[in-house]
Nanobody, 119 residues
Framework: VQLQASGGGLVQAGGSLRLSCAAS????????MGWYRQTPGKQRELVAELTRDGTARYPDSVKGRFTISRDNAKNTIYLQMNSLKPEDTAVYYC??????????????WGQGTQVTVSS
């Protein structure tokens, strides 16, 4: 299963961006979908997660500002980011894990998309 992320860019503080992550391949079922971010010298951190039953969770740093969603028909997940802050600047990665149509497990990552928030 391959993931293609897009939608990053440069935005002023207080602005919004929407990231997209399109999945392709023989997806049978999905366990969780998520967005992570990473800055140089730091560990990758979870910013949004959506479970199979539709439960979304966010860390306090983005709660109320970021929203994760999915379009099942398009096998695409989104991350709507509002009220962006300079500290949101990072490379954002999407992740989907589950099983293929042949019941093999997969844990796929997108290539990363840069988000830069200027003050």
């Amino acid at each position: 299963v391959q993931l293609q992320a897009s939608g990053g860019g440069l935005v002023q503080a207080g602005g919004s961006l929407r990231l997209s992550c399109a999945a392709s391949g023989s997806i049978g079922s999905i366990n969780t979908m998520g967005w992570y971010r990473q800055t140089p010298g730091k560990q990758r951190e979870l910013v949004a997660e959506l479970t199979r039953d539709g439960t979304a969770r966010y860390p306090d740093s983005v709660k109320g500002r970021f929203t994760i969603s999915r379009d099942n028909a398009k096998n695409t997940i989104y991350l709507q980011m509002n009220s962006l802050k300079p500290e949101d600047t990072a490379v954002y990665y999407c992740n989907i894990n589950g099983r293929t149509q042949f019941r093999y497990s997969f844990d796929s990552w997108g290539q990363g998309t840069q988000v830069t928030v200027s003050s």
